[in-house]
């Protein structure tokens, strides 16, 4: 099985500043994560990016952990999330797992 951790800048690609809140963004992500999944774990998180043009920012981001889907959900939902907080890029991170309900 594939655990897949997004890592979702909240600077705004185009201002390179973030334009939501932090729960502001948190509401959005998560209301495109329920439209696709059973379930989800949402920590807040800080770091840095690079942009294609070359400029360096810090930002808030969101670590997102999913179970019990596949890369075609994650893809659909990384797009979404994309649009909605008009993001360059997510990091996607695929690790092999064996994750069962108990």
Do not use: P
Not at 77 to 101: G, H, P, R, Y
């Amino acid at each position: 099985m594939t655990k897949f951790n997004l890592t979702i800048g909240l600077n705004d690609k185009d201002t390179k500043t973030q334009l939501y809140d932090d729960i502001t963004a948190y509401k959005i992500v998560e209301n495109i994560l329920k439209q696709y999944l059973d379930g989800y774990t949402i920590l807040k998180a800080f770091g840095g990016y690079k942009h294609d043009d070359g400029t360096f920012t810090q930002e808030n981001s969101l670590r997102v952990e999913l179970l019990f889907t596949t890369a075609l959900q994650v893809k659909i939902i990384c797009d979404k999330i994309k649009q909605a907080l008009n993001q360059e890029s997510i990091v996607v991170e695929t690790i092999e797992t064996n994750s069962q309900l108990w």
